[in-house]
């Protein structure tokens, strides 16, 4: 892994459907990565979109009396907005739809047709629409239902082109035995190693346009379009920057990527699409002669109660709405602070209140009182203190965190944190600071309490400032600093002589939320 670039992406999103806390979740921990990355002095790529083509979003646009690009506009532009308000720090927003995109996809296909990796055929079996995949017969349930979303699926013949997937089989099984990180978490990992020790077919990359027209043409056949998969695993090479399509075939940029971002160094996936990223994705750039992404990460699934989150079963949850009631801040530490990276998680009210609470009743306390007593005992002004209470615990915590990152084990290092914070008020109760205050003899010892205080709420607000960045800036404002530390810059940070402020509970008791909310 490149230790100062670092490229990351989240799948692209359907642009059929509002975002949802499931797509919420994946953008959010991508973007926690990516801001603590960046904290850490990396430059990143933060890549996310949404998905344009294919039946799915034609059958849509026809439902909804509108055009496939008229509906792309608008989902695209709901999920751009949901990303600003939920302080996602994307770097590119990628559109299937652009024309960059179209060339990129028109260059890889025909780069694939050129080395012979394509041939027509006949294609006989069944298609399920919503989740854009094959099954074959064996696979489906009762009714010639899709055995995942339980919908109705079609059957399908017809003239398709196909890439010569099942070629890649070893070679891919190959690398995944020879990196074993490169699929996380294990589980997952072996899911696509079982996968692959079946024999592994070749794979439809087309569609005739008699049945989907809304999708990438084929530049060596235009009676047929770019299957939808190809074309959005393929966003991920276009924005990198690797592939000039208005060069000469030789210098488009296959044969050299250097310069350019790929390859991705993390693509995060949740769990349902982990084949097409780790098993079609990598053999179609094998297939180009692309080198492959640094390392996949499955995350699992948000269910509601002990039930999939679903339309018709109206019990989605709208991320934008718990924003509003309790601020984007908190949205993310639920979400991600509940979730164990890789597992599945239940969205209930209570478990959001729980978590709520944590940021109120911990460390929102104690950002409040410990300022207002550096306030009432020291005007304000963080007294001159060596400050090294909680010194020990405060290094661990962030070696901790260091190390829980590093594993993209993000609940974790937030737990960790947490507990930082909890520690802290400990030692507040501990060192009784109002009694220090009444102690003639006690000025120094005050002095020494206020100082760690200050201490380690800057470094509270550099360990919290990915999961909640718009908090975190309003902290260190409060702190007298001149804006969130970094990681390594937080421990060394010389918090003397700082005036800090007083202001609104950063985190508002929920009652009080409630009541504002209701007016
Ligand atoms: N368009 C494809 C992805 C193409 S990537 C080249 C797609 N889109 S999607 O809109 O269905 O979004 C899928 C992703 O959203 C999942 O992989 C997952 O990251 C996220 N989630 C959607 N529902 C989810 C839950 N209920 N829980 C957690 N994440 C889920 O598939």
Known sequence: MSTNRRYLTTPIYYASGDPHIGHAYTTILSDVLA?????????????????EHGPKIEDEAAKRNTTPLELCDEMAGRFAAAWDILAISHDRFIRTTEEEHKAVVTAFIQRLWDRGQIYEGQYSGWYCVHEERYWTEKDLGPDNSCPDCKRPVQHLEETNYFFKMSEYQGQLLAHIEANPNWIVPEERRNEIVGFLQQPLGDL?????????SWGITLPFD????????????????????????SQESGAQGFDD??????????????????????????????????????????????????????????????????????GTDAVRWYLLREMPTGSDASYTTERFMTRYD??????????????????????????????????AETEATFATARDAMSRYRVHEALAAAMELARAANGYVEERQPWSQAKDPEGSDALDETLATLARVLAALCALFQPVAPAKMVDLAARLG???????????????????????EPLFPRIQQTREQVQG
């Not at 235009?222 to 399509?245: F, K, M, Q, R």
């Not at 944590?358 to 963080?382: F, P, Q, W």
């Open 481 to 503: 600093l001149d804006g969130v530390p970094t990681l390594d810059g937080a421990l060394a940070l010389a918090m003397t002589g700082r005036s800090v402020r007083k202001g």
């Open 204 to 212: 439809s990359i087309s569609r005739p346009k008699s049945r989907v």
């Open 358 to 391: 944590e940021l109120a009743n911990i460390l929102g306390n104690l950002a409040s009182r410990a300022i207002a007593m550096i306030g009432k005992y020291r005007d304000g002004v963080v007294p001159n203190a060596a400050g090294t209470g909680l010194l």
């Open 222 to 245: 235009e009676d047929h379009v770019a299957y939808v998969w190809v074309d959005a695993l393929i966003n991920y090479l276009t924005a990198s920057g690797a592939i000039d399509p």
């Open 35 to 51: 801001r603590f990355w960046r904290q850490d002095g990396e430059e990143v790529l933060f890549l996310t979109g949404t998905d």
């Open 257 to 326: 990527v250097s310069g350019s971002w790929w390859p991705c160094d993390l693509h995060l996936v949740g769990k349902d699409i982990i084949t097409t990223h780790a098993v079609y994705w990598p053999t179609l750039l094998m297939g180009v002669g692309l080198p492959l992404p640094r390392q996949i990460l499955a995350h699992g699934w948000w269910v509601v109660g002990d039930t999939k989150m679903s339309k018709s079963l109206g019990n989605v949850i709208d991320p934008l709405a718990l924003s509003d009631e309790f």
